[in-house]
């Protein structure tokens, strides 16, 4: 059974995903077409570009993964730390109801937990019993029971 894999890429601050596609894309698809792929796709989003690739085998798409020139586009792409993308199915043009962003990475500190605070509370208003409150009348130490 064909697989689609989808690589997706983001717009970065520097430049834009379609300037990544036209300078990687057609090496991309010769390798892609050279090792097995049945069909191929660019999908534009607002937020970047899509290749969808369907290959009858995952051993065909491992090997067009492990290509120098593939490769070279994926370490290429316009945002290295949060703008790509490759996974097993098809991508931007999926069915989703809303299209997805990229969303900043999670940090260890992007927020603080709330701190548990417990209480204790000592009711001073009982009675004493009668032993107690005369060694309290006359100075000594005091125990109470929480």
Same mark, same amino acid.
């Given at each position: 059974?064909?697989?689609?894999?989808?690589?997706?890429?983001?717009?970065?601050?520097?430049?834009?995903?379609?300037?990544?596609?036209?300078?990687?894309?057609?090496?991309?698809?010769?390798?892609?077409?050279?090792?097995?792929?049945?069909?191929?796709?660019?999908?534009?989003?607002?937020?970047?570009?899509?290749?969808?690739?369907? *290959?009858?085998?995952?051993?065909?798409?491992?090997? *067009?993964?492990?290509?120098?020139?593939?490769?070279?586009?994926?370490?290429?792409?316009?945002?290295?730390?949060?703008?790509?993308?490759?996974?097993?199915?098809?991508?931007?043009?999926?069915?989703?109801?809303?299209?997805?962003?990229?969303?900043?990475?999670?940090?260890?500190?992007?927020?603080?937990?709330?701190?548990?605070?417990?209480?204790?509370?000592?009711?001073?208003?009982?009675?004493?019993?009668?032993?107690?409150?005369?060694?309290?009348?006359?100075?000594?130490?005091?125990?109470?029971?929480?």
């Amino acid at each position: 059974m064909a697989d689609y894999w989808s690589i997706e890429v983001f717009n970065g601050s520097g430049s834009s995903a379609m300037a990544w596609r036209q300078s990687y894309g057609s090496a991309l698809i010769e390798s892609a077409l050279s090792n097995g792929a049945g069909e191929w796709a660019w999908i534009e989003t607002r937020w970047g570009v899509v290749l969808e690739v369907c *290959f009858a085998e995952e051993a065909d798409w491992l090997r *067009f993964r492990g290509l120098p020139a593939v490769r070279a586009a994926l370490d290429g792409v316009p945002d290295p730390v949060n703008g790509l993308l490759v996974y097993r199915g098809r991508g931007g043009s999926a069915g989703s109801r809303s299209p997805r962003r990229p969303r900043p990475a999670p940090t260890a500190g992007a927020m603080a937990l709330e701190e548990v605070v417990t209480e204790h509370v000592v009711d001073l208003t009982e009675t004493l019993p009668g032993e107690d409150a005369g060694v309290l009348a006359k100075g000594g130490p005091a125990v109470f029971a929480v």
